[in-house]
């Protein structure tokens, strides 16, 4: 997954730390992994933070595409593979792929309206 440093103005509810946010003092205001909300993102400003660092969410149709990309590499780099070691790592490949490009489909619903655990507020 990549990221993204952007201004805590453009940050958006739902958004994921992708790493810690420390006060000028060095204090832990949110932890990696935290879900942003609305509030959050106003604390962390009356906070003075300036900046945070987001996990970037690509559409299940720019996944879909990469990996179909990447499978098809697979396919050219493995066509002539015949021993066995080369066919389970061909499979190790396909498997880091779509595991990488695969995207986790979340709601509200399926987490209980859960609090996230990472903040530390």
């Known amino acids: 997954m990549s990221t993204a440093c952007i201004p805590i103005e453009k940050a958006k509810p739902g958004m994921k730390l992708a790493e810690d946010v420390s ?3 060095g204090v832990v205001l949110c932890r990696r992994g935290t879900m942003l909300s609305e509030s959050m993102i ?9 900046k945070i660092v987001i996990e970037e969410v ?6 879909q595409r990469l990996l179909k990309e990447k499978k098809e590499l697979l396919h050219k780099a493995f066509a002539k593979a015949v021993s066995p070691c ?9 498997s880091f792929w779509e595991e990488k490009y695969s995207v986790p489909s979340f709601s509200t619903e399926e987490s209980g309206g859960a609090v996230n655990e990472n903040a530390a507020w």
């Open 42 to 50: 106003e604390r962390l400003q009356n906070s003075g933070i300036e």
């Open 23 to 25: 006060s000028s003092a």
């Open 86 to 94: 080369m066919r389970m790592l061909k499979q190790v490949f396909t």
């Open 58 to 63: 690509m559409s299940t149709e720019q996944a």
